[in-house]
């Protein structure tokens, strides 16, 4: 019986994981889909395109599903029509959380995000209730064989960029989000394709949670996650190391 209980255990996490893999895919497709409808069909002349494609080829998506995915979008047969909607709120511990959504149905979405609040000890709160507590930035990121730190920090200053943090992990620049194409492109033409390149919520202040908040919270934020019309979820915590840690024994 251990046998058959582990065989079902790893069936169980190739499961989940094919589950989530699905989801991230869906919503890649969403964001190529938008950014096809509002720009030009090619990537090299529509920035937010651009990225979108970047980031499923990040998540390994097969060229051919990126493609089937802009000529549908660009295509003038119908298909779904999102919308961009951003949803505010508060979440156990009175943790900041926002919400990028693209939805074909609002009532829907706005349905199933008040409910995950709702059943996670939080509450859906009205438009820039918590907004105030984030800022908009662009992201690059690279690994740490592109470049020595201070050759990535003189290269990210001419580039027009704010920041730059370099560390074992990689290189992180930060910019204004209305300069983020134009610093991923001249860093990008420097030192090749970044690890990743997106606009970000980050913020200003943050919430230290305990062990048992810590769990609320990451329910909250998986259940958000786990719809198909949430693209991105931001929220302003911080987990010690040692409670990390106890969560993930």
């Given at each position: 019986?251990?046998?058959?209980s582990?065989?079902?255990?790893?069936?169980?996490?190739?499961?989940?994981?094919?589950?989530?893999?699905?989801?991230?895919?869906?919503?890649?497709?969403?964001?190529?889909?938008?950014?096809?409808?509002?720009?030009?069909?090619?990537?090299?002349?529509?920035?937010r395109?651009?990225?979108?494609?970047?980031?499923?080829?990040?998540?390994?998506?097969p060229?051919?599903?990126?493609?089937?995915?802009?000529r549908?979008?660009?295509?003038?047969?119908?298909?779904?029509?999102?919308?961009?909607?951003?949803?505010?709120?508060?979440?156990?511990?009175?943790?900041?959380?926002?919400?990028e959504?693209?939805?074909?149905?609002?009532?829907?979405?706005?349905?199933?995000?008040?409910?995950?609040?709702?059943?996670?000890?939080?509450?859906?709160?009205?438009?820039?209730?918590?907004?105030?507590?984030?800022?908009?930035?662009?992201?690059v990121?690279?690994?740490?064989?592109a470049?020595?730190?201070?050759t990535?920090?003189?290269?990210?200053?001419e580039a027009?960029?704010?920041?730059?943090?370099?560390?074992?992990?990689?290189?992180?620049?930060?910019?204004?989000?209305?300069?983020?194409?134009a610093?991923?492109?001249a860093?990008?033409?420097?030192?090749?394709?970044?690890e990743?390149?997106?606009?970000?919520w980050?913020?200003?202040?943050?919430?230290?949670?305990?062990?048992?908040?810590?769990?609320?919270?990451?329910?909250?934020?998986?259940?958000?996650?786990?719809?198909?019309?949430?693209?991105?979820?931001?929220?302003?915590?911080?987990?010690?190391?040692?409670?990390?840690?106890?969560?993930?024994?």
């Amino acid at each position: 019986m251990a046998g058959h209980s582990q065989f079902k255990n790893i069936m169980h996490r190739k499961g989940a994981q094919d589950a989530r893999r699905a989801r991230q895919f869906a919503k890649l497709i969403r964001e190529i889909t938008v950014s096809a409808r509002q720009g030009l069909a090619d990537p090299a002349f529509n920035p937010r395109l651009r990225a979108a494609v970047a980031a499923a080829r990040q998540a390994n998506m097969p060229r051919d599903t990126v493609e089937r995915a802009i000529r549908k979008a660009t295509g003038g047969a119908g298909g779904d029509d999102y919308a961009e909607v951003r949803y505010e709120g508060y979440g156990p511990a009175g943790v900041a959380v926002m919400i990028e959504a693209l939805t074909d149905n609002r009532n829907r979405t706005a349905s199933d995000i008040r409910t995950a609040f709702a059943k996670h000890g939080g509450a859906l709160g009205e438009t820039n209730s918590v907004s105030f507590l984030f800022a908009r930035l662009g992201v690059v990121r690279y690994r740490p064989a592109a470049a020595d730190a201070d050759t990535m920090l003189e290269a990210a200053i001419e580039a027009g960029a704010d920041n730059v943090e370099s560390g074992p992990e990689g290189h992180e620049i930060t910019c204004a989000a209305e300069d983020f194409f134009a610093v991923r492109d001249a860093l990008e033409a420097r030192f090749g394709e970044p690890e990743e390149a997106r606009l970000d919520w980050r913020p200003s202040t943050t919430v230290t949670l305990d062990e048992a908040q810590a769990a609320g919270v990451m329910k909250l934020l998986d259940a958000l996650e786990d719809s198909d019309d949430v693209q991105n979820v931001y929220a302003n915590f911080e987990i010690p190391e040692a409670v990390l840690a106890r969560l993930s024994a």
